[in-house]
C-alpha cells in the first residue's frame, strides 16, 4: 500500500512564503495525478493545485500567481511552493494521489497545518 506524508508547513507571516513537499512511499502505478487540497475549520475541503505525471497543472482561482505546483518522478514527491501568503490561506493542506484509470487508486495524506498571520 502507497503511504503519502506531508511536510513543510508552519506558522508564517501574511506575504512570506512556504513550501510543502509530499513525498510517497512504496511504488505508485502508471501515470496519475497528484495534488494539493486545504480545509478550513468550518468550510469545505477544496482542490488548491494539481500535476499530472507529464507535468500538466492547474490551479484554483484564489491562488493563482502566488502557487506552483511541481513533482519530481524519480523521488515520487509532489511540491506546493506558495508566495505572497494570506491569512485565508490557513488551512490544513492535504495531499493527495489519484488513477481513474485501471488499475484505479486514491490515496489522502493526513495533512499539515499552514497558519498564516496578519
Known amino acids: 500500500q502507497v503511504q503519502l506524508v506531508e511536510s513543510g508547513g508552519g506558522l508564517v507571516q501574511a506575504g512570506g512564503s512556504l513550501r510543502l513537499s509530499c513525498a510517497a512511499s512504496?511504488?505508485?502505478?502508471?501515470?496519475?495525478?497528484m495534488g494539493w487540497y486545504r480545509q478550513a475549520p468550518g468550510k469545505q475541503r477544496e482542490m488548491v493545485a494539481t500535476?499530472?505525471?507529464?507535468?500538466?497543472?492547474a490551479y484554483a482561482d484564489s491562488v493563482k500567481g502566488r502557487v506552483t505546483i511541481s513533482r519530481d518522478n524519480t523521488k515520487n514527491t509532489v511540491y506546493l511552493q506558495m508566495n505572497s501568503l494570506k491569512p485565508d490561506d490557513t488551512a490544513v493542506y492535504y495531499c493527495?494521489?489519484?488513477?481513474?484509470?485501471?488499475?484505479?487508486?486514491?490515496?489522502w495524506g493526513r495533512g499539515t497545518q499552514v497558519t498564516v498571520s496578519s
Open positions: 493527495n494521489a489519484r488513477r481513474v484509470t485501471l488499475p484505479s487508486y486514491e490515496y
Open positions: 512504496g511504488s505508485i502505478f502508471g501515470s496519475n495525478t
Open positions: 500535476v499530472t505525471t507529464g507535468g500538466g497543472t
